[in-house]
């Protein structure tokens, strides 16, 4: 079976990891860590970098550095991982949905300036799946309406919004090292802020809020979420090669594309004008003449020996919001099909032209077969 995705390392890290190994700097103090923060803070265009333990936590003290009131509203898709209405939920504060463009899989701007209220605080766009989200539109609405913008970067390392990298447009953004990201160092995350007093905000919250001038005096509630030095080495490594981490999954997502894109059953990845697609995962949305769902599709690929992940369930959709009253009634059209019809394909660093034809004719011959 061909891996859904799989990181690529190299001797590199080995190098800088066994130099922790050597120096015994294997906690979260070490010279990687700094240098992966500002490797990364300056590959993306931002000011600050402050490295955490994965992307949930880093979406988790985003939030937690805007100080809410329980109350104050997020603006965010529907369409995304759980971690990002986790973050506003851990603070008291409510996420607010909007529906996914159904082209791209990001949030649909256009819905955004109407789910604005006088609690309205943030709008956390999500870049999915390596495809930026349309950024200026909600760099307006944040001015007009005095926002702060977090973006969820996790999926699109090193993807450009108008010649500019995202993770570096917005007030604050969040990444995640997972394994299966474009660049990763096993788990890990990392936040980027422009401005010098949240990112002093975040490193006391990762740190138990421990105080500089009495550490073991706490004035306000923190959590342990640092990043140790031996994952900032492989992270030190892994921004070393991101170039051709990009390349590959850009070459990854063109053939699939030339591949796929004669069939009349599935729409594809789109690539707008004015953004530059990391192909993270290469997703497919089947349409609407196909008789069955992604599931059963997912079932036909496997038997052709091909693996599949599907797509994000809405948050409107996932029963432990419900049970707890929010977002009764709510409906996203596009969010509600893309979880029923989407998934994605083997898209990992690793992955071969041969591997990319076996799969393209079993996505072809199952298509085919109904
Ligand atoms: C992977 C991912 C995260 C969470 O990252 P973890 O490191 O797994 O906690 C957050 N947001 C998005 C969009 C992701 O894909």
Known sequence: ?????????????????????????????????????????NYCGMEHGVAVSNG????QVAVACLGLEPGDEIIMPSFTIISCALAAVEVGALPVLVDSDPRTWCMAVDQIEEKITPRTRSIMPVHMYGHPVDMDPILELARKYNLIVIEDAAEAHGAEYKGRKIGGLGDLSC????????????????????????AEKLRSLRNLS?????????TELGHNYRLTNLQAAIGVAQVEQIENHLAKKRWMGKLYTEKLKHLPQI???VE?????????????????????????F??????????????????HEQPVFQQKGMFIGERYPVAERLARRG???????????????????????VLEQN
């Not at 949930?56 to 979406?59: H, I, N, S």
């Not at 990444?175 to 949240?198: C, P, Q, W």
């Not at 997912?298 to 948050?315: C, I, Q, S, W, Y």
Request: with cysteine; aromatic share 12%; charged share 25%.
């Open 210 to 218: 421990f105080r500089k001038d009495r550490r073991f005096y706490h």
């Open 1 to 41: 079976m061909i891996p859904v995705s799989e990181p690529l390392l190299d001797e590199q890290a080995s190098k800088y990891v066994h130099e922790c190994m050597q120096t015994n700097w294997i906690s979260s103090e070490g010279r990687f860590i700094q240098e992966f923060e500002s490797q990364w803070a």
């Open 298 to 315: 997912a079932r036909r690929l496997k038997n052709e020996g091909v693996d599949t992940r599907p797509f994000f369930v809405g948050m």
């Open 267 to 269: 729409s594809l990845p």
């Open 175 to 198: 990444f995640s090292f997972y394994a299966n990201k474009i660049i990763t160092t096993g788990e890990g995350g990392m936040v980027l802020a422009r401005n010098a007093d949240h």
């Open 343 to 365: 998934l994605y394909l083997p898209s990992g660093l690793t992955i071969t032209e041969a591997q990319i034809e076996t799969v393209s004719a079993a996505v072809k011959k």
């Open 56 to 59: 949930t936590t880093a979406l």
């Open 272 to 296: 707008e004008p004015w953004a530059k697609n990391v192909y993270w995962m290469y997703g497919l949305v089947l349409t609407d003449d196909v008789p069955y769902d992604a599931e059963e």
